[in-house]
């Protein structure tokens, strides 16, 4: 089945890297997602990468994705105090329907100053 | 700009009592989706509409009843609202599907 698995909390001192993990279970998901949702609001998409390609830099955000274990990372580089969020990896699995987004939990980003 | 607008922002019923809760894109999106967010268990999918006319159960469908009244408008009805209802409502449309979900702001629904 489809399923998309993240640790709920991350906390992280003010300039350091945050490292945020997934995994997720569809082989066929042709995109992966990062999604950030600040507090009140609806969810943004950050970033995404194509399930053929390993990495994908974006200024301070970077991506890696290892096909072979399922396993998605987002890596924001001098974290910043505006960067609290919830962040969610999702999936879009391949489906003839072909129109749904899996969601994981979300990882609560704080930092510490 | 309004992308996606939700409506109402925020709901108290009573257990029994039925609600439509309305969402409109101007995006000429064709797929719509709703979704509940409940704490530690992230997004979870209730229905979605791939194209106008068309309307699919997604994870947790029970309790629920939507409407993909035209292209713009998805709507999502509690028919009997019970306290496990009790949650943040996002509807969000794309393009298609493998394509970026845009999100409305939520809809906060406190069933007593």
């Known amino acids: ?113 | 700009n309004a992308g996606v607008t939700q409506t109402p922002k925020f709901q108290v019923l009573k257990t029994g009592q039925s609600m439509t809760l309305q969402c409109a894109q101007d995006m000429n999106h064709n797929s719509m989706y709703w979704y509940r967010q409940d704490p530690g268990m992230g997004l979870r999918l209730i229905y979605y509409s791939a194209s106008e006319g068309t309307t699919d159960k997604g994870e947790v469908p029970n309790g629920y009843n939507v409407s993909r009244l035209n292209k713009r408008e998805f709507s999502l009805r509690l028919e009997s609202a019970a306290p496990s209802q009790t949650s943040v409502y996002f509807c969000a449309s794309s393009v298609g599907g493998n394509t970026e979900a845009f999100f409305g702001q939520g809809t906060r629904l406190t069933v007593v």
């Open chain 1, 1 to 113: 089945g489809e399923d998309v698995e993240q640790s709920l909390f991350l906390s992280v001192r003010e300039g350091d890297s945050s490292v945020i993990n997934c995994t997720y279970t569809d082989s066929s998901s042709t995109y992966l997602y990062w999604y950030k949702q600040e507090p009140g609001a609806g969810l943004q998409l950050l970033t995404y990468i194509f399930s053929n390609m390993d990495m994908k830099q974006d200024q301070r955000l970077t991506v890696l994705l290892n096909k072979k274990d399922k396993h998605l990372s987002l890596r924001i580089a001098d974290t910043q105090t505006g960067d609290s969020a919830i962040y969610f990896c999702a999936e879009s699995p391949l489906s003839p329907s072909a129109s749904k987004i899996i969601f994981g939990s979300g990882t609560r980003l704080s930092i510490r100053p």
